[in-house]
C-alpha cells in the first residue's frame, strides 16, 4: 500500500526537485527564445538551432566530444571490466582489498587533483597534448566507474558456471566470452554509458589535459558563457542535457533488464 | 531390476585383482585451505568402468576431492593419476574428464540443445556431428521434446537430466557426478538412480559420485569410500561395507548398528572371547588380530539379533535378556528396542513372516536377545 502524501512531504518535495530541476528547465525553454536577450521572452523560435549548425567552433568542439567520448568509454570498458573480473576472481592475493579501496577512490577523488595530476604526468612524459592526452585521461577516471558497476554484478555472478565451462573444455578466454560476458552483459553496457556520459560532461578535467584543437564542447561553452550567454550556448546546452538524461535513462533500464532474459526472447 | 543388474556385475572386480591397473589414482593427496586440512594424505584407486561412490557427512572433503580430480582446485600435496599420467598442470579444460555439478550450472542463456552442444563445439567437430550427438544424447535422457526451452523452463528433474546430457555429450572418461540427485524428491531419485546405473552400463564409462546419502551409495556403487574429516576411512563394496565395517565410525555411518564395548578375554584360532561392559559374553568368528585383555568393540545390526521370550539353548554366550521398551510396527517388520539390566538400549528387529503370530512379544515384557558367532564383528577402533 503506498503512503498517502501529507502536506509537508509534497511541500519538500516540490520545493526539492524544483530547486533541482527548474534551472534546467529554464535553459530548455529559453533555447527556444526568439529574442537576442537571454532574459526575455520574445516568442517561441527554433532559430538558434538552425544557427548552431554554421556555427563551425561549435560543431567542432561538439565532434571532438563525442569522439573521446566514444573511444574513452570503449576502452574504459574493456580495461574496468578486466580490472573488476581481476578483483572478484583471482582469489585473495596480497593486498585485495587495498586494491579494492583504490578502485573506489577516483570515485571522490577532486576532480581538480585528477586534471592536475595527469597534466603533470603529461609534461613530465613529455607527451603532445591534445585529442589523446584527454581521451586518456577520460579513460583513467572513467574506468573506475565500471570497474565498480561490473564488479557489482560479478559479485552475485554464479562461479560454477565458468567453471562448468571450463570442464567442458573450453579454454578460460573462450569461457569469458561465451558464458560469462553474456550474463554480466547488461552491467558492461550500463558501465560503458556511465563512462560515455562522464566524458561527455567533464570540464575540469579536460581543461587541464587538452591541448591545441581538440576543445571540447564543455569548454567551449565555458568559454563562451564567459563572453556572455547567448541563446545558441542554451540550445547546446539543451542537447547535451537530452543527451546525458538518454545515456543515464539507458543505463539505468539496462542494468536492470536481466542478462538476454529467456522469458523475453521465447514469448 | 536390481538383482538383473547384479549379476552382470557379479564378475566385476578389478581392485581384487593384483595385476589390474588403477584408472585414477590419488597418490598421498592433501588439500589445504590455508591452516585447514580438507584433505589428509589420502591414497585411492579407482578402475576403468567402476561406479565409485565417495560418502560421508557435510564438510568431509568430498567435493574438494571431485574438484582436485577435475582440476578446479590443486592439491597441496600428492599426485593424482589418470591411466598414469600425473595430472598435475593440466588445467580443467584438457582434461578428458567431465563433471556434473551439484547446483547443475547450465548456460541459462542457451537453449537446452545449445547447453548440450557446448562441449562438443569446443572440440571443433562438424556441424552435422554435432547435431547428430546432441540429438543422441537428449534422447538418452528422454529429453529430446524440450531441446529448444531455456534452462529457467524446465522443472528440476528436468534441468538435472539436461546436465546430466551435457556432461556426458563429450564422451569423457571419467564422468564425475556431485551430488547429482539431491534436489530431486525421492520417487524421481529412485528412478534416477537406476538410469544412472543403466547409463553407466550401456556408455562403459567411469563414474565417481558424491553423495552423502548412504542408501543411494548402496544402491549404485561398486565401490564406495568412506570419508570422515578429510580421510577415507574404508574403502570396500556396498556388502563388505554393510558386513565387514573397519571401525565403529563406518559401522555406525552405514545403517542401524548395535556397538558394546568388550575386553577381549580369550583368542583361539577359530574365535575370539569376548566379555561385554554390559555383563554378557561374546563368541565371535575370529577375522581380525586381538590380543587377550584389549579393549575392543562389538557391533551387531539388528536383523541378525534374533528376538524371543524363551531364553536360547546356549544361554550363557551370545544372548543377553532384556524388557521391550519400544515397539515400532513397519508392516514387513517390526524393530524392538530392549533394555538391557545395564540400561543400555538394544535394537532388534524381526521380519513378520506370519499374519498371526500366538503370543506376540509387546511392551514389558522379558525377552531373550540372541545372535549367531557368525552374526556380529569385532572392531579395534
Ligand atoms: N575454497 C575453500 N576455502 C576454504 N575452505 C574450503 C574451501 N572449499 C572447501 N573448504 C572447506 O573444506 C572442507 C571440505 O569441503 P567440501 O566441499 O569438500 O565438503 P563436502 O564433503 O563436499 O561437504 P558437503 O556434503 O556439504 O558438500 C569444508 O570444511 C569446507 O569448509
Ligand atoms: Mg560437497
Known amino acids: ?267 | 531390476m536390481k538383482a538383473a543388474l547384479g549379476a552382470v556385475r557379479r564378475s566385476f572386480q578389478p581392485w581384487a585383482d593384483p595385476a589390474a591397473k588403477p584408472f585414477i589414482t590419488f597418490r598421498g593427496v592433501t588439500k589445504r585451505f590455508g591452516q585447514f586440512v580438507a584433505v589428509d594424505n589420502q591414497t585411492l584407486e579407482i578402475f576403468e568402468r567402476e561406479f565409485h561412490a565417495l560418502l560421508g557427512p557435510s564438510g568431509c572433503g568430498k567435493t574438494t576431492l571431485l574438484r582436485m580430480l577435475a582440476g578446479f582446485e590443486t592439491p597441496s600435496e600428492g599426485d593424482i593419476l589418470l591411466e598414469d599420467k600425473p595430472l598435475a598442470g593440466v588445467p580443467p579444460h584438457r582434461r578428458p574428464v567431465n563433471m556434473m555439478f551439484q547446483s547443475y550450472a547450465l548456460f541459462p542463456h542457451m537453449s537446452v540443445e545449445a547447453n548440450v552442444a557446448f562441449g562438443l563445439k569446443q572440440d571443433k567437430l562438424p556441424k552435422s556431428e554435432i547435431g547428430d550427438r546432441v540429438a543422441d544424447v537428449l534422447k538418452l535422457v528422454k529429453m529430446e521434446a524440450f531441446a529448444r526451452r531455456k534452462p529457467d523452463q524446465l522443472s528440476g528433474g528436468q534441468r538435472q537430466r539436461v546436465a546430466l546430457a551435457r556432461a556426458i555429450a563429450k564422451r569423457p572418461k571419467v564422468l564425475l557426478l556431485d551430488e547429482p540427485l539431491g534436489a530431486l524428491d525421492k520417487k524421481l531419485r529412485e528412478e534416477t538412480q537406476f538410469e544412472l546405473i543403466n547409463l553407466q552400463e550401456t556408455l562403459g564409462l567411469t563414474f565417481v559420485i558424491v553423495t552423502h546419502d548412504q542408501e543411494e551409495a548402496m544402491t549404485m556403487a561398486d565401490r564406495i569410500s568412506v570419508m570422515d574429516h578429510g580421510r577415507i576411512v574404508q574403502v570396500a563394496s556396498p556388502a563388505e561395507i554393510y558386513e565387514r565395517p573397519k571401525s565403529r565410525y563406518v559401522a555406525d555411518f552405514i545403517g542401524s548398528v548395535n556397538i558394546f564395548e568388550a575386553e577381549v578375554d580369550n583368542v583361539t584360532p577359530e574365535r575370539i572371547h569376548l566379555a561385554t561392559t554390559d555383563g554378557f559374553d561374546v563368541a565371535c568368528d575370529a577375522d581380525i588380530a586381538a590380543a587377550k585383555g584389549q579393549t575392543v568393540w562389538f557391533a551387531v545390526r539388528p536383523e541378525k539379533v534374533r528376538i524371543s521370550h524363551a531364553a536360547p539353548a546356549d544361554a550363557g554366550i551370545n544372548a543377553v535378556a532384556g524388557e521391550v521398551w519400544d515397539i515400532a510396527y513397519f508392516g514387513d517388520m517390526t524393530l524392538f528396542n530392549v533394555r538391557l539390566d545395564s540400561g543400555r538400549i538394544v535394537r532388534a528387529s524381526a521380519m513378520n513372516a506370519a499374519r498371526i503370530v500366538e503370543q506376540p512379544i509387546t511392551w514389558e515384557d522379558r525377552v531373550w536377545l540372541s545372535w549367531s558367532a557368525d552374526a556380529g564383528v569385532v572392531l579395534l577402533d
Open chain 1, 1 to 267: 500500500m503506498m503512503r498517502r502524501f501529507t502536506a509537508f512531504n509534497l511541500v519538500s518535495i516540490v520545493l526539492g526537485f524544483a530547486f533541482l530541476y527548474l534551472p534546467i528547465v529554464l535553459l530548455v525553454i529559453y533555447s527556444f527564445n526568439a529574442s537576442r536577450l537571454v532574459t526575455v521572452w520574445g516568442g517561441f523560435s527554433t532559430k538558434w538551432y538552425a544557427s548552431l549548425l554554421e556555427n563551425e567552433a561549435i560543431l567542432d568542439a561538439a565532434w571532438v566530444t563525442l569522439r573521446v567520448g566514444l573511444v574513452s568509454a570503449t576502452i574504459a570498458t574493456v580495461l574496468g571490466t578486466m580490472g573488476a573480473v581481476a578483483l572478484v576472481r583471482r582469489g585473495r592475493f596480497f593486498g585485495r582489498t587495498l586494491f579494492t579501496g583504490m578502485i573506489m577512490a577516483p570515485l571522490v577523488m577532486p576532480e581538480v587533483i585528477t586534471g592536475l595530476s595527469l597534466l603533470l604526468l603529461f609534461v613530465a612524459v613529455d607527451f603532445d597534448r591534445g585529442f589523446w592526452t584527454v581521451t586518456i585521461a577520460h579513460i583513467s577516471f572513467s574506468m573506475c566507474f565500471v570497474a565498480v558497476v561490473v564488479q557489482s554484478r560479478l559479485v552475485t555472478f554464479d562461479r560454477s558456471l565458468e567453471e562448468a565451462a571450463l570442464d567442458l573444455g573450453a579454454t578460460p578466454l573462450r569461457a569469458f566470452v561465451q558464458v560469462t560476458l553474456p550474463n554480466i552483459f547488461p552491467a558492461v553496457a550500463a558501465g560503458w554509458m556511465l563512462a560515455f556520459t562522464l566524458s561527455l560532461d567533464d570540464l575540469v578535467i579536460a581543461s587541464f589535459t587538452t591541448g591545441p584543437g581538440a576543445t571540447t564542447l564543455p569548454m567551449k561553452i565555458y568559454s563562451q558563457v564567459r563572453l556572455g550567454v547567448t541563446p545558441e550556448i542554451n540550445a547546446v546546452c539543451t542537447i547535451l542535457v537530452a543527451l546525458v538524461t538518454l545515456g543515464v535513462l539507458t543505463a539505468t533500464i539496462a542494468t536492470k533488464a536481466r542478462a538476454f532474459s529467456p522469458q523475453a526472447e521465447a514469448r
